[in-house]
Protein backbone atom coordinates (compact mmCIF):
# COMPACT_ATOMS: atom_id res chain seq x y z
CA UNK A 1 0.00 0.00 0.00
CA UNK A 2 1.72 2.97 -0.92
CA UNK A 3 0.40 6.77 -0.74
CA UNK A 4 1.73 10.66 -1.51
CA UNK A 5 0.62 12.83 0.69
CA UNK A 6 0.98 16.91 -0.57
CA UNK A 7 1.79 18.22 3.14
CA UNK A 8 4.21 19.10 5.35
CA UNK A 9 5.89 16.80 8.12
CA UNK A 10 5.08 17.52 11.55
CA UNK A 11 7.95 16.86 14.04
CA UNK A 12 6.76 15.64 17.28
CA UNK A 13 8.07 18.27 18.96
CA UNK A 14 5.54 20.90 17.68
CA UNK A 15 2.27 18.02 18.11
CA UNK A 16 1.55 18.74 21.92
CA UNK A 17 1.19 21.12 24.67
CA UNK A 18 2.22 19.60 27.49
CA UNK A 19 2.25 16.23 27.91
CA UNK A 20 -0.96 15.30 26.68
CA UNK A 21 -2.91 18.10 24.99
CA UNK A 22 -2.70 17.98 21.17
CA UNK A 23 -0.77 21.09 19.86
CA UNK A 24 -3.05 24.06 17.28
CA UNK A 25 -0.40 22.94 14.86
CA UNK A 26 -1.43 19.11 15.51
CA UNK A 27 -4.98 19.35 15.16
CA UNK A 28 -4.39 21.59 11.65
CA UNK A 29 -2.01 18.41 10.11
CA UNK A 30 -4.12 15.72 11.31
CA UNK A 31 -7.52 17.92 9.43
CA UNK A 32 -5.38 18.83 6.45
CA UNK A 33 -4.74 14.94 5.88
CA UNK A 34 -7.98 13.56 6.48
CA UNK A 35 -8.89 15.84 4.07
CA UNK A 36 -6.13 15.20 1.59
CA UNK A 37 -6.55 11.15 1.63
CA UNK A 38 -9.40 8.38 1.99
CA UNK A 39 -9.89 6.48 4.89
CA UNK A 40 -8.95 2.68 4.03
CA UNK A 41 -11.53 0.03 3.99
CA UNK A 42 -8.84 -2.55 4.79
CA UNK A 43 -6.31 -2.36 7.48
CA UNK A 44 -3.12 -4.55 7.10
CA UNK A 45 -2.13 -5.94 10.31
CA UNK A 46 0.20 -8.86 11.15
CA UNK A 47 4.09 -7.96 11.10
CA UNK A 48 4.30 -5.11 8.42
CA UNK A 49 6.92 -2.97 7.34
CA UNK A 50 6.89 0.67 7.32
CA UNK A 51 8.82 2.72 5.01
CA UNK A 52 8.59 6.35 5.53
CA UNK A 53 10.26 9.21 3.37
CA UNK A 54 9.87 13.04 3.98
CA UNK A 55 10.67 15.71 1.47
CA UNK A 56 11.78 18.29 2.93
CA UNK A 57 13.47 21.52 2.97
CA UNK A 58 15.15 21.91 6.59
CA UNK A 59 16.78 18.86 6.12
CA UNK A 60 19.92 19.39 8.51
CA UNK A 61 17.78 20.66 11.27
CA UNK A 62 15.46 17.68 11.30
CA UNK A 63 15.24 14.61 12.97
CA UNK A 64 13.60 11.97 10.85
CA UNK A 65 12.57 10.50 13.79
CA UNK A 66 10.69 13.02 14.86
CA UNK A 67 8.63 13.06 11.63
CA UNK A 68 6.95 9.55 12.01
CA UNK A 69 4.81 9.05 15.29
CA UNK A 70 2.12 12.09 14.27
CA UNK A 71 1.80 10.82 10.91
CA UNK A 72 1.76 6.93 12.26
CA UNK A 73 -0.61 8.06 14.77
CA UNK A 74 -2.65 9.40 12.51
CA UNK A 75 -2.90 7.07 9.74
CA UNK A 76 -3.90 4.09 12.31
CA UNK A 77 -6.69 6.56 12.86
CA UNK A 78 -7.63 6.44 9.19
CA UNK A 79 -7.79 2.63 9.36
CA UNK A 80 -4.41 2.21 7.15
CA UNK A 81 -3.09 -0.52 9.62
CA UNK A 82 -4.74 -1.80 12.86
CA UNK A 83 -2.42 -0.61 15.32
CA UNK A 84 1.56 0.62 14.55
CA UNK A 85 2.80 -2.63 17.33
CA UNK A 86 2.43 -4.58 14.34
CA UNK A 87 4.95 -2.70 12.50
CA UNK A 88 8.13 -4.97 12.75
CA UNK A 89 10.45 -3.05 10.45
CA UNK A 90 11.47 0.23 9.96
CA UNK A 91 12.61 2.54 7.10
CA UNK A 92 12.79 6.42 7.38
CA UNK A 93 14.37 8.64 5.09
CA UNK A 94 14.74 12.51 4.62
CA UNK A 95 15.68 13.99 1.73
CA UNK A 96 15.80 17.48 0.31
CA UNK A 97 12.80 18.74 -1.61
CA UNK A 98 11.49 22.17 -1.91
CA UNK A 99 8.14 20.80 -2.59
CA UNK A 100 7.54 19.16 1.04
CA UNK A 101 6.05 15.96 0.71
CA UNK A 102 5.53 12.57 2.24
CA UNK A 103 5.75 9.44 0.93
CA UNK A 104 4.60 5.91 2.76
CA UNK A 105 4.63 2.38 1.74
CA UNK A 106 2.67 -0.45 4.26
CA UNK A 107 3.98 -3.85 3.33
CA UNK A 108 3.54 -7.41 4.87
CA UNK A 109 6.50 -9.16 5.74
CA UNK A 110 6.65 -12.63 4.70
CA UNK A 111 7.71 -14.81 7.43
CA UNK A 112 9.76 -18.20 7.01
Known amino acids: MKLNIPIRALSINKAFQGRRFKSKEHRQYEKD ?34 LVKCLQDILVS ?29 SCIKTV
Not at 45 to 61: P, S
Not at 82 to 106: A, F, G, L, P, T
Open 33 to 66: IHNLIRYSKNALCGDIEAHYTFYIKNIKMTDADN
Open 78 to 106: MNYIKDDRYISRYIIEKKYSKDEHIEVEY
